[in-house]
């Protein structure tokens, strides 16, 4: 079993849905981010966060550490939101970044 | 804005050949990674640096792979020979300090295919 599982990991939504990603993770954490990775590979962090929520924009992430879980949320989709979503935990134990797996987005117009 | 530099973006070799991959950091950037994503999957760590000094290669192959970042700035990462299971995508990322509170900032990656 991955130390870090992404759910769903594929997803595909019309345009304006309301687009929820979820993340589990086994070990203990620092740390836990969400990433964007457009096709071509070039990898953007959107959120690090080790408690608690942090909004950017359409954007909101969430965690909760003592179920070991994240979400990602993204109000108001729009195609341009297509891309693999990719979370990310910093192991307490060496401090390294274990990822998910990624879940592919697709916003339909 | 600053930005993590590869190169090349793309490249297509025949097994059992050499193959090599630059990447320079952000500028004063003292932590740099090299990961490898396999398509379908998310990144796995090949190799941290801090400065010059390698902190963690557990996962690198080290029997066909090197890397190095011999002035702490630039790095390298080789393959010898290439295998059709190399196939796949290769990140560098950097970070001012392998810390809870830095973000690692990831390059464009080199695509490489393996024939």
């Known amino acids: 079993k991955n130390e870090v599982e992404q759910s769903p990991q594929n997803l595909t939504a019309q345009e304006g849905e309301f687009i929820t990603i979820n993340c589990s993770y086994s070990?203990?954490?620092?740390?836990l981010h969400w990433l964007q990775q457009h096709p071509g590979g070039g990898i953007v962090s959107l959120f690090m966060?080790?408690?608690g929520k942090k909004k950017h924009g359409r954007l909101i992430a969430t965690i909760n550490i003592q179920e070991k879980h994240s979400s990602l949320h993204i109000t108001a989709s729009h195609p341009r939101d297509s891309a693999v979503y990719i979370c990310a935990v910093r192991s307490s134990q060496g401090g390294k970044l274990i990822f998910g797996q990624g879940t592919e987005l697709s916003v339909k117009p | 804005e600053a930005e993590v530099a590869q190169s090349p973006r793309y490249k297509i070799t025949e097994k059992s050949q050499a193959v090599a991959f630059w990447c320079d950091p952000i500028?004063?950037?003292?932590?740099l990674y090299w990961y490898r994503q396999i398509l379908g999957q998310g990144p796995e760590l090949l190799v941290q640096f801090q400065d010059e000094s390698v902190v963690d290669d557990s996962q690198l192959p080290k029997d066909r792979f090197s890397a190095e970042r011999l002035k702490g700035v630039d790095s390298t990462l080789k393959i010898q020979p290439a295998e059709l299971g190399d196939s796949a995508m290769y990140l560098c990322?950097?970070?001012?300090?392998?810390?809870?509170?830095?973000?690692?900032?990831f390059g464009p990656g080199t695509r490489l295919t393996v024939t």
């Open positions: 966060l080790s408690s």
């Open positions: 500028s004063g950037h003292a932590t």
């Open positions: 990322a950097s970070s001012p300090r392998d810390r809870d509170s830095y973000e690692q900032y």
């Open positions: 070990v203990g954490i620092s740390a």
